[in-house]
C-alpha cells in the first residue's frame, strides 16, 4: 500500500528564512504528487502538483517543490517565508493508473513563522 | 463561482446513533471524494463517487456508506457511531480526467461523538 512521511512534524522559522519541508512516498509505480495547505481556520487549499514533464513544479505564494523519481521524494521549498505562511502543510500522492484518485496523505508539519 | 459546500458545520452525537454529512461539488465537477481527519493527523480516504457509484474505497468499515445523486451533490453516512469517529469530514471535488485530477476541499464537518 502506498504511504507517505513528511519528516518534520513543527519547524519554527523566523521571517526571511528559507524552507525546505520533505516528502517522501513508498510507491513505485506512476504517481501524481500534490502539496496542500491549511491556513489557521481555514480549509485545505492546493499550493501545487506535479502530474508529469519538468520535474521542479512551481505554485502559489512563491512555493516551489521538486520530483525526484530515484529518491522517491517531493520537498516542498520557499526562499523566504513571510508571516503569513505560518499554517499545516500536507503532502500527498496517488496513481493516476488505477480506478478512482484517492489522496493518501502525510501526517502533515506545522510551520510556524515569527516576524 | 461557489466553491465545494459542506453541511452541517458541526455535529454533536451520541454513541449508537447515526448521522448524514451533506457535500455540494464545486461547479463543474463530477467526483466527490469524503476524507476523515482526526486531530494532528492528515486526511485519510473515505471513499470515491463518480457517475452515482462508489469507485474506490478506503479502510473504512461497513458502517461508513454514501451515495451521490445526479446532480453530482453527495451525502456520507455513518452508522453505530463510536467515539472514535469524532473528526473532521472533508468532502473534494474533482472533474474526472483519466487519472490527472485536482481535488478541491469544503471546508469540512466537524462531528463530536459523545
Known amino acids: 500500500a502506498q504511504s507517505v512521511s513528511q519528516h518534520n512534524h513543527h519547524v519554527i522559522l523566523s521571517e526571511a528564512a528559507s524552507l525546505e519541508l520533505g516528502c517522501n512516498y513508498s510507491?513505485?509505480?506512476?504517481?501524481?504528487l500534490f502539496w496542500y495547505v491549511q491556513y489557521p481556520g481555514q480549509h485545505l487549499q492546493l499550493l501545487l502538483k506535479y502530474f508529469s514533464g519538468d520535474p521542479l513544479v512551481k505554485g502559489i505564494k512563491g512555493f516551489e517543490a521538486e520530483f525526484i523519481k530515484s529518491k522517491f521524494s517531493f520537498n516542498l521549498r520557499k526562499p523566504s517565508v513571510q508571516w503569513s505562511d505560518t499554517a499545516e502543510y500536507f503532502c500527498a500522492v496517488n496513481n493516476p493508473n488505477q480506478a478512482g484518485t484517492a489522496l493518501i496523505f502525510g501526517k502533515g508539519t506545522t510551520l510556524s513563522v515569527s516576524s | 463561482d461557489a466553491g465545494v459546500t459542506q453541511s452541517p458545520t458541526h455535529l454533536i452525537k451520541t454513541r449508537g446513533q447515526q448521522v448524514t454529512l451533506r457535500c455540494s461539488p464545486k461547479?463543474?465537477?463530477?467526483?466527490v471524494s469524503w476524507y476523515q481527519q482526526a486531530l494532528g493527523q492528515g486526511p485519510q480516504f473515505i471513499f470515491q463517487?463518480?457517475?452515482?457509484?462508489?469507485?474506490q474505497r478506503g479502510n473504512f468499515p461497513d458502517r461508513f456508506s454514501g451515495h451521490q445523486f445526479p446532480n453530482y451533490s453527495s451525502e456520507l453516512n455513518v452508522n453505530a457511531l463510536l467515539l472514535g469517529d469524532s473528526a473532521l469530514y472533508l468532502c473534494?471535488?474533482?472533474?474526472?480526467?483519466?487519472?490527472?485530477?485536482?481535488?478541491?476541499f469544503g471546508p469540512g464537518t466537524r462531528l463530536l461523538v459523545l
Open positions: 473534494a471535488s474533482s472533474l474526472e480526467a483519466g487519472g490527472q485530477e485536482t481535488q478541491y
Open positions: 463517487y463518480y457517475e452515482e457509484e462508489e469507485r
Open positions: 461547479s463543474g465537477h463530477d467526483t
Open positions: 510507491y513505485g509505480g506512476t504517481v501524481n
